[in-house]
């Protein structure tokens, strides 16, 4: 099991830029891959983007294709989510989970953080 921490959130400008990290802790992400995830009020929680540990590739949801990029520090144990030319539509609370990579199973989530995009 994966202890996962969300931080960097916050109140940001319509096309401004933030970046959110994730701390893992408790086993090695070895064979591992990290997601992120996110929760808008009254709507269904939604995949952002999710990364391999073993080999860094990467797949993100349309939505955020060409703003967002997800990165991973093997030696910190952390995944990153830069977010650039925000919308208020990317308001949400985003979520770090962590799944096996064999199979897409989200089995560990972080509280969260929260980004608020407005004027």
């Known amino acids: 099991q994966v202890q996962l921490v969300e931080s960097g959130g916050g109140l940001v400008q319509p096309g401004g830029s933030l970046r959110l990290s994730c701390a893992a802790s408790?086993?090695?992400?070895?064979?591992?891959?990290m997601g992120w995830f996110r929760q808008a009020p009254g709507k269904e929680r939604e995949f952002v983007a999710r990364i391999s540990w073993n080999d860094g590739s990467t797949y993100y949801a349309d939505s955020v294709k060409g703003r967002f990029t997800i990165s991973r520090d093997n030696a910190k144990n952390t995944v990153d989510l830069q977010m650039n030319s925000l919308k208020p539509e990317d308001t949400a609370l985003y979520i770090c989970a962590c799944s096996m990579n064999r199979i897409i199973r989200w089995y560990a989530w972080g509280q969260g953080t929260q980004v608020t995009v407005s004027s």
């Open positions: 408790g086993r090695s992400l070895s064979s591992h891959v």
